[in-house]
């Protein structure tokens, strides 16, 4: 089956602007993890959503930084007003439960903020 | 907080070869799962392999072995018989089994396989 698909898969946009990051996880997965990956780093947390529950917001490095999952499937990443250091390959994971289960991964968004 | 370090920023190793990627952590849990992800140049994180923190037995996947050391906090990769398709960088990373199984990564390990 299609694994887990993101889109665009580069982005650049000017310093200050506002963009949208989407995830479309594999089907059935209840699990769904954005992470962040900069240049010469590993990989950060930003945000974890589980089914019907409240996510876990405590990977966001800031207020310009937020994520909604529209009907348990498809995840958006918003960042508002972006700045340089907002430059990076930013990361989806879906897993078919929250507790140990395999994270599969995306092929990322490498955005570019000038 | 947890922390996961790999020393070794770079290695470089000839097919058919062995080598071994080191990765230490760091937590005062006693239950928790360790990990290894290979992401070659299109980006895709794959799942190498996996242990259980509780299991004293190293995990094994065909080529891929780890050496597991609970008491030094030491968790490394050892890939046998290298193949040019093992060119990639390898994240070691850690959870918790008592959180939502966020992952916490280490910096990573270019590893170049030559011929």
């Known amino acids: 089956g299609a694994g887990v698909s993101q889109s665009p898969s580069n982005k650049v946009t000017e310093k200050g602007k506002d963009v949208e990051l989407r995830c479309d996880p594999i089907?059935?997965?209840?699990?769904l993890y954005w992470y962040r990956q900069s240049l010469g780093q590993g990989l950060e947390f930003l945000i974890y959503?589980?089914?019907?529950?409240?996510?876990?917001k405590s990977g966001l490095p800031s207020d310009r930084f937020s994520a909604e999952r529209t009907g348990g499937s498809v995840s958006t990443l918003t960042i508002q007003r972006t700045q340089q250091e907002d430059s990076a390959v930013y990361l989806c994971?879906?897993?078919?439960?929250?507790?140990?289960?395999?994270?599969?991964f995306g092929p990322g968004t490498r955005l570019t903020v000038l | 907080a947890q922390t996961v370090t790999q020393s070794q920023p770079e290695m470089s190793v000839q097919e058919a070869e062995t080598v071994t990627l080191s990765c230490t952590y760091d937590?005062?849990?006693?239950?928790?799962?360790l990990f290894w992800y290979k992401q070659p140049p299109s980006r895709q994180m794959i799942l190498v392999i996996r242990?259980?923190?509780?299991?004293?037995q190293n995990a094994t996947e065909n080529r891929f072995s780890v050496n597991f050391q609970k008491a030094a906090k030491s968790f490394s990769l050892k890939i046998s018989d290298s193949q040019l398709g093992d060119t990639a960088m390898y994240f070691c990373?850690?959870?918790?089994?008592?959180?939502?199984?966020?992952?916490?990564f280490g910096t990573g390990t270019r590893l170049q396989v030559t011929l």
């Open positions: 994971a879906s897993s078919l439960g929250a507790v140990m289960r395999e994270q599969f």
């Open positions: 937590t005062s849990e006693n239950n928790y799962y």
């Open positions: 089907s059935g997965h209840t699990a």
């Open positions: 959503f589980q089914g019907n529950s409240a996510p876990d």
């Open positions: 990373a850690f959870t918790n089994t008592g959180t939502a199984s966020k992952l916490t």
């Open positions: 242990q259980e923190a509780y299991k004293q």
